[in-house]
């Protein structure tokens, strides 16, 4: 304390300093407190004896005849100092190291100790060093790399580390004193030569730096051995301490050899690219981002980023707009196909109308009808996977809906198939389609029986689930509430899980030509979620297969079933009771010849017309007397609802019936300003359309009739 009240006359230490400077007075290394112009202000025993240590010394003078750059060192370590409260750092110091420690006291003092590694590290055997020249001859070795090796080395290919050693590489040694890992430190020794100092491994690959990064990273060599794992990279590639590995072991799914995009890596070409890879350890599917970038001469360091949220999210994308897209295809062939089957329905009824069941073809024809009704039914599974399928939403109560179905289920199991039926006592109702409901059931119970092909048992029984929190499952979310979940379970031969994703898609099957459309299943999906409900999959290969579906409850008052006060009644007229005249607008041929033919035998006028410019042409003479208007919906040039709201500036109390393939959604999209159209879906039967086109002619004959009894 004398010397340091020498070194700063009348001043006063601070605390913090005079009790440092009394801590390391018995320290074993050399101890010096220096303040932030690294002057010595305070040495103990050991640095005045074994450094020559004085007060109001340079500490950066005091080292200079044993390491090179001293201010240079001193200056970065009271960098780190200052981040981080401490810094240590070894250099080689002939055939050892010395090991340098900062630690900051206060704000203007630092204590130093200096000490030999080999004290530091409780050994006397030193740091091995290898003096090297060129190529990697070994031209010299200390007494510790005697010791270490066993033996003199000549070069250090016997290493198996090349020609050329670099700093931070390491590797495994089999010594006398068992394997060990080690990492090289290179020091320029001048004339060629280099100082290669073989220090221990630490388990993270050696460097603190890069240790306590929160990115992965790695230093690999142009042929793909990894030197250096950080601590993040060894989580994500799952790497043992001290494993021996090639990025080529690791990942996978580049789609050329890895070492020679390291090797384009290494030279500077491609660094701008990250790839995606996958990793081939992990027991899921993980993605691995990598981003390569040139370190060290003949190194690559690459940072590794887990990317499988960002595909998967990517994938649910891509799914999404692939599903939207044959969406809109089904779409556009169901309301082809409607209008092919109307054509081909229509004509049958027209054949039936000529022919008794005595004929002899008119088997034939029926058998053409029922054919043609079964494509309608297949038509109406396509615009169900769309979601442009009609859907008419009813408050229900799923028990009884599964009670009135149970007759209908038993038939289609067939008399080696056993169904059963569990309800939960008391189910709040759900609000859904019955019949589209009654779909997606028989759907699923003729697949469980299809999957049973020896027989088995169909178990179809519903719960009553709340959430209070929200339930992640198969990339859905599904939030708080309460729902009624149906399962249906099967004992039947599974799924295979690289199936199990592939179920809902549309035309997927596992069936055998002519046995399945694959729309059964997409069918049931589309259902499901136009109802706001979720559908999941448990199937195990051998025991069987569940489908969950999960339909939110129904928490609101339930309404009663009344009858439609603005809804007039219709009455059903005779044949002789009425007759008018139908301006019929179609631009199908077909369709429009089977229409025009069916309407005129049931005793009516009809005008026909191809498109809605024509119709307006035959409206504009205002001695043309139209009774009712009968048109399609999609045309081109003009549209039915287009040229039906021209007509109406005209002749504002004609009504109209809109027919289309597609469904009655269409209807309220387009044309839900057009007062009292009505719809009617293709494909319709000759019936059909008479019974809709007498009733609507009845709605306007009562109109007239209440506007002149008005007047």
Not at 240 to 263: K, N, T, V, Y
Not at 264 to 286: H, I, M, Q, V
Not at 543 to 554: Q, V, W
Not at 624 to 639: F, K, N, Y
């Amino acid at each position: 304390m004398a010397l340091i009240a020498r070194a700063s006359p009348g001043s006063r230490m601070p605390d913090a300093v005079r009790s440092a400077a009394q801590a390391v007075e018995d320290d074993t290394a050399s101890c010096m407190i220096c303040d932030a112009a690294f002057r010595i202000r305070h040495a103990n025993p050991r640095a005045q004896g074994e450094v020559h240590a004085k007060i109001g010394a340079s500490l950066a003078t005091l080292l200079r005849p044993r390491i090179a750059h001293p201010t240079a060192i001193l200056h970065r370590l009271a960098t780190q100092i200052e981040v981080g409260g401490h810094a240590t750092e070894d250099f080689l110091v002939g055939n050892g190291a010395l090991r340098i420690i900062g630690r900051k006291i206060d704000a203007t003092f630092t204590l130093w100790r200096i000490l030999p590694v080999s004290e530091a590290c409780g050994s006397e055997v030193g740091v091995p060093v290898l003096t090297t020249g060129r190529r990697g001859a070994v031209l010299a070795m200390n007494e510790a790399a005697h010791r270490l090796f066993g033996r003199r080395l000549r070069d250090l290919g016997e290493l198996g580390l090349g020609d050329e050693a670099r700093t931070g590489t390491a590797f495994f040694l089999d010594t006398p004193l068992g394997s060990q890992r080690l990492e090289l430190r290179c020091f320029e020794a001048g004339q060629g030569r280099t100082e290669v100092a073989l220090l221990p491994a630490s388990a993270s690959g050696g460097d603190p730096i890069l240790e306590g990064l929160p990115i992965a990273l790695l230093r690999v060599t142009p042929e793909g051995v990894v030197s250096t794992a950080n601590r993040e990279a060894r989580q994500l590639l799952k790497l043992e301490d001290g494993e021996d590995a090639r990025l080529g072991q690791l990942l996978e799914g580049l789609g050329r050899p890895i070492s020679e995009w390291l090797a384009d890596a290494a030279s500077g070409r491609g660094l701008g690219r990250p790839e995606f890879l996958r990793l081939s350890r992990s027991p899921e599917e993980t993605i691995v981002q990598v981003a390569l970038t040139r370190g060290a001469p003949d190194e690559v360091i690459a940072v590794l980023t887990d990317a499988t949220e960002l595909k998967t999210l990517e994938a649910q994308f891509v799914q999404s707009q692939k599903m939207q897209a044959i969406g809109q295809l089904a779409g556009g062939i169901a309301h082809d196909f409607n209008n092919l089957l109307t054509a081909i329905s229509g004509h049958c009824d027209l054949l039936l109308l000529r022919h008794s069941r005595g004929d002899q073809d008119y088997d034939d024809v029926v058998q053409i009808n029922q054919n043609a009704n079964r494509a309608a039914a297949l038509v109406g599974q396509l615009l169900a996977f769309s979601r442009k399928q009609s859907m008419k939403a009813e408050i229900i109560d799923l028990r009884e809906t599964l009670a009135d179905l149970t007759h209908l289920l038993n038939r289609l199991v067939g008399e080696r198939v056993t169904l059963e039926l569990r309800y939960e006592p008391a189910l709040p109702p759900i609000r859904a389609d019955r019949r589209q409901l009654e779909q997606v059931m028989m759907n699923l119970v003729v697949n469980a029986r299809d999957a049973m092909p020896e027989g088995g048992r169909i178990l179809v029984e519903t719960e009553f689930l709340r959430l209070r929190e929200p339930m992640l499952r198969d990339r859905a979310r599904v939030e708080p509430g309460d729902y009624i979940v149906v399962k249906v379970s099967d004992t039947g031969i599974g799924i295979p899980p690289e199936n199990v994703r592939k179920v809902f898609e549309p035309f997927y099957t596992t069936k055998r030509s002519g046995e399945g459309t694959g729309l059964g299943l997409s069918t049931v999906y589309g259902i499901v979620k136009q109802t706001g409900g979720f559908v999941f999959l448990d199937s195990e290969v051998g025991k069987g297969t569940t489908f969950r579906l999960m339909f939110p409850a129904h928490t609101g008052p339930v309404p009663a079933r009344a009858k439609d006060p603005d809804k007039p009644v219709l009455r059903k007229p005779s044949d002789a009771a009425l007759g008018g005249v139908v301006l019929l607008v179609e631009d199908e041929a077909p369709v429009r010849a089977f229409a025009v033919r069916g309407l005129r035998l049931k005793g009516l006028t009809v005008i026909e017309a191809d498109c809605g410019e024509r119709a307006l042409e035959i409206l504009s003479d205002p001695g043309t007397r139209i009774d009712l208007a009968v048109s399609d919906m999609i045309m081109p040039g003009l549209d039915g609802p287009s040229w039906v709201r021209e007509a109406r500036k005209d002749r504002p109390d004609m009504p109209v019936v809109f027919m289309s393939g597609y469904a009655a959604d269409a209807l309220e999209a387009s044309a839900a300003d057009i007062d009292g159209a009505q719809f009617l879906q293709k494909p319709f039967s000759l019936n059909a359309l008479a019974e809709t086109v007498r009733q609507n002619l009845a709605l306007a004959k009562e109109h007239r009739e209440r506007a002149a009894t008005t007047v």
